[in-house]
């Protein structure tokens, strides 16, 4: 090592602080990234969530109604055919959100309410999604048997031909033999993800960007002391 020249020993330090600069650029790098990563998987399943949330809320307000309905009903107040078609018309009239309505399908798939649509009245225990799934089926079953549950699907929305993902929460009411459910599409919660990660990934290349720059900047000074040092030591060598 002391017979190495002082100019190839500072040009060693410069690789040395190259190699150093560059792999702690590289990892902050990454480290922001994953971070990025991190904060969009809590933000999705977040936002699932909160919509899992609302929706079997909704959900119970309706079998609340119908407790009550029902309650009428074995009081005497009400026959059992009037109790269902009072709790029908409320159903059918109420709303929530933008968009949000209920419908009510018996075990065996009849429908009951649905929007006051000529569905109402029919057996729609085979109908299909866009991908030929039978959801109807699955909305019914995770209630009558799991007593309670989701069901994802697609369809497509008013006006358009292109499927969209739905997410379903339903719950059996006994009672009545009613299967109430709710839910709507879930692709704005998509949208709104990868909405977030095209900021999140702007924000990111900026910094990027920025901790480049000063990290070529760095390396440029210290390029330029390391020559002032090995010329200024070079020459007091020669003299």
């Known amino acids: 090592m002391k017979n190495i020249k002082v100019r190839t020993k500072l040009t060693i330090i410069l690789a040395?602080?190259?190699?150093?600069?560059?792999?702690?650029?590289?990892?902050?790098?990454k480290n922001m990234n994953q971070l990025k990563d991190k904060a969009l998987e809590t933000m999705d399943t977040s936002s699932r969530q909160n919509y899992d949330d609302s929706i079997k809320e909704q959900?119970?307000?309706?079998?609340?109604?119908?407790?009550?309905i029902n309650n009428e009903y074995k009081s005497g107040k009400y026959t059992l055919d009037e109790a269902?078609?009072?709790?029908?018309?409320?159903?059918?009239?109420?709303?929530?959100?933008?968009?949000?309505?209920?419908?009510?399908?018996?075990s065996d798939g009849k429908n009951i309410v649905?929007?006051?649509?000529?569905?109402?009245?029919?057996?729609?225990m085979n109908t299909k999604d866009a991908d030929g799934y039978q959801m109807v089926k699955e909305i019914i079953r995770v209630a009558v048997q799991d007593g309670g549950g989701y069901t994802d699907y697609v369809f497509p929305k008013e006006g358009e031909t292109e499927p969209s993902p739905k997410r379903s929460y339903s719950e059996y009411f006994k009672p009545f033999d009613w299967v109430v459910g709710t839910g709507n599409y879930t692709d704005y919660i998509d949208t709104a993800i990868a909405q977030q990660d095209e900021e999140f990934t702007s924000y990111a290349s900026s910094k990027a960007i920025s901790l480049i720059l000063c990290s070529v900047c760095m390396l440029i000074v210290v390029a330029i002391l390391v020559a002032l040092i090995a010329i200024d030591i070079t020459k007091s060598l020669r003299k």
């Open 59 to 68: 959900v119970g307000v309706v079998i609340s109604l119908l407790s009550e």
């Open 84 to 106: 269902k078609k009072i709790a029908a018309d409320e159903i059918r009239q109420m709303r929530y959100g933008e968009a949000g309505y209920f419908w009510v399908d018996q």
């Open 16 to 29: 040395l602080v190259i190699v150093l600069v560059t792999s702690e650029s590289f990892i902050s790098i």
């Open 114 to 124: 649905l929007l006051g649509s000529s569905t109402e009245g029919t057996n729609r």
